[in-house]
């Protein structure tokens, strides 16, 4: 069984902030390409945020860049996205992915390369 199990959602008051974990089994993060996707209810699938095999390339969505970080703990073959400064706009199922992007990993992943998901967390942005 190759898995990512997702926790960290709920409910939070505008400008608060949530940590979302990935916790990877059945492989080893450090060989993929990894990163956190949002759907809204009516809305396409959003990439919130990528980082590459090799780190080399870390990247955001417009909307949540100086607020959201994605980042790796490979000791725990876990991932995060630490959420500050939540908006309305952030509600959504988030999800993380990981994937092979071909080469040397240089590059984010491509969204048909991801090949593992998460079942999904809800964040609530309300007051």
């Known amino acids: 069984q190759l898995q990512l199990v997702e926790s960290g959602g709920g409910l939070v008051q505008p400008g608060g902030s949530l940590r979302l974990s990935c916790a990877a089994s059945?492989?080893?993060?450090?060989?993929?390409?990894i990163g956190w996707f949002r759907q809204a209810p009516g809305k396409e699938r959003e990439r919130v945020s990528c980082?590459?095999?090799?780190?080399?390339?870390?990247l955001y969505t417009d909307s949540v860049k100086g607020r959201f970080t994605i980042s790796r703990d490979p000791a725990k073959n876990t991932f995060y996205l630490q959420m500050n400064k939540l908006e309305p706009g952030d509600t959504a199922v988030y999800y993380c992915?990981?994937?092979?992007?071909?080469?040397?990993?240089?590059?984010?992943?491509?969204?048909?390369?991801?090949?593992?998901w998460g079942q999904g967390t809800q964040v609530t942005v309300s007051s």
């Open positions: 980082i590459s095999k090799s780190g080399s390339t870390i």
């Open positions: 059945g492989f080893t993060l450090d060989y993929y390409a």
């Open positions: 992915a990981a994937g092979h992007r071909p080469g040397p990993g240089l590059f984010c992943a491509a969204n048909s390369e991801y090949d593992y």
